[in-house]
């Protein structure tokens, strides 16, 4: 094969990815690895001329990321070059001997329930402001049916940012009494019906009496413009309710968690939750196990009547 440009061995493999309908969210991460490092190589060299040496080099100036981050971006150099393999234009992958980093598992730290409460306040108006001379003051802030819907359907099913932001009106069954959100294509490319409340489903129906003449084929969670909301769009808006709340760490993923925890706290069964969630193993909801559990023994402490009636 004639030799190739990075730039193009890029275009290529973004081709490769497309035809076996991987995620956009997979998509977008693999092409923001190889901008990083298009940054980095500071021009387009023939692609066989970038080896071993120069990716370490890279993935060694990446300290201002989590090794969470830099992990990724070895993924996402690795399937690049597994393609080359294939399509001979290299002869090996370089990043199987370049040892990838371990990711750290981060704490994980549930909304309680008056952060979540204090969010939903905070989504409705936006901070307290005072004008010259006059009273202080708050405004109602567009999109707060939107808003709350979404923070309730991130709480009420656990699922992923990138999922919720591409469910469109005719995934979500309000009618039925088992009312639920259908997941298409969800990580590792599984389907899944995801039970939501009637509180939810009620919140949902709210928001969408506001866009009258929606199309079932429309975005279930819009823009201004009609477009599906994007998650960097989402993850800000979240966080901006965060901070006129008063609340840190406000994120998608944190309501997973925080979801994840409080159905087992609650009773429900961890097999159903790995359904719930979408997980392929046991390995996190057994995470979340463990911290439920840490918290029913601490409740268990302060509330046993044997101890705090000292009998």
């Not at 598992?105 to 306040?121: G, S």
């Not at 088992?178 to 939501?196: A, E, F, L, Y």
């Amino acid at each position: 094969m004639k030799k190739l440009k990075f730039s193009q061995a890029i275009e290529g493999f973004d081709l490769a990815c497309r035809s076996r309908h991987l995620s956009l969210h997979t998509l977008a991460d693999y092409q923001n690895t190889y901008r990083k490092l298009q940054a980095f190589l500071d021009k387009d060299p023939p692609f066989e001329k970038i080896d071993k040496d120069i990716l370490e080099k890279f993935l060694a100036a990446q300290t201002h990321v989590s090794n969470k981050t830099v992990s990724n971006y070895h993924i996402g150099l690795s399937a690049l070059w597994t393609w080359a393999v294939t399509q001979n234009i290299v002869s090996g992958n370089p990043l199987h001997s370049i040892e990838r980093p371990k990711a750290g598992k981060p704490d994980i730290i549930p909304f309680t329930e008056a952060d979540v409460r204090a969010i939903l306040a905070a989504i409705k108006q936006s901070k307290v402001y005072v004008r010259p001379g006059k009273r202080a003051g708050a405004h109602t802030l567009p999109q707060a049916d939107r808003n709350r819907a979404i923070v309730l359907t991130l709480l009420d099913t656990g699922m992923r940012a990138s999922e919720l932001c591409e469910r469109f009106i005719k995934d979500v069954d309000l009618r039925n009494q088992d009312k639920t959100i259908t997941i298409i294509g969800g990580k590792g490319d599984k389907d899944r019906h995801v039970p939501i409340s009637a509180r939810t489903a009620q919140s949902i129906w709210k928001y969408l009496a506001t866009r009258p003449g929606s199309r079932l084929s429309e975005p279930l969670f819009a823009t201004d413009s009609g477009r599906h909301i994007e998650r960097n769009n989402l993850g800000n808006m979240l966080s901006a309710a965060g901070e006129r709340a008063g609340v840190p760490d406000v994120h998608p993923h944190r309501f997973r968690h925080t979801f994840a925890i409080n159905f087992l706290r609650n009773g429900g069964n961890i097999y159903a939750l790995q359904a719930i969630l979408g997980h392929e193993t046991l390995e996190m909801c057994l995470r979340y196990l463990k911290i439920a559990q840490v918290d029913l023994d601490d409740a268990h402490r302060r509330a046993s009547p044997v101890d705090n009636w000292q009998l």
